[in-house]
């Protein structure tokens, strides 16, 4: 595969639109937070597949609004051969990897924010490390934010 660009990715992230059928089981509000993060989610997600890495879900919301999104599927098809030049499988947990070894959840989630740090525009805040706890998710997921302060630190410092 190619290298992807993550301009590409973003611009197809930007242009994607969401209808409300994507919020179907993701009631969660203020919705322009969960779509906010479902986009951040996207993004990294491209620079997961450039690198060949999988990354892990930090927020329960976020992973219902894609749920909502992968069952548009002509809609999500289409996203997923603009921004990633393939289909972007869910690989629910404990339902394996599609043949690249993933590692326990923290793993995948600390690799989320390896891939974050990778797509974050200048300035920008990610909003899916505590997003749940944010919108009132009953059983909220999340990463503590100790841990991807740490996780920052590690990537600036190159250890």
Known sequence: MSRLRIDRINS??????????????????????????????????????????????????????????????????????????????????????GGTAAGSMADQLGRTVVAWSIVARPDETCVLWDLDARVGVEHPWGIPAERVVRIEEELRSGS
């Open 12 to 97: 197809a992230v930007d242009a994607l639109e969401l209808p409300e059928a994507v919020f179907k089981t993701s009631p969660w509000q203020p919705r322009e937070l969960v779509e906010t993060g479902l986009r951040q989610w996207l993004r990294c997600c491209g620079a997961a597949i450039r690198d060949e890495q999988v990354i892990g879900m930090p927020s329960h919301a976020v992973d219902e609004a894609w749920h909502g999104l992968i069952l548009c599927t002509m809609r999500y098809q289409r996203f997923c051969d603009t921004a990633y030049g393939r289909f972007l499988h869910h690989f629910p947990d404990g339902e394996g990897s």
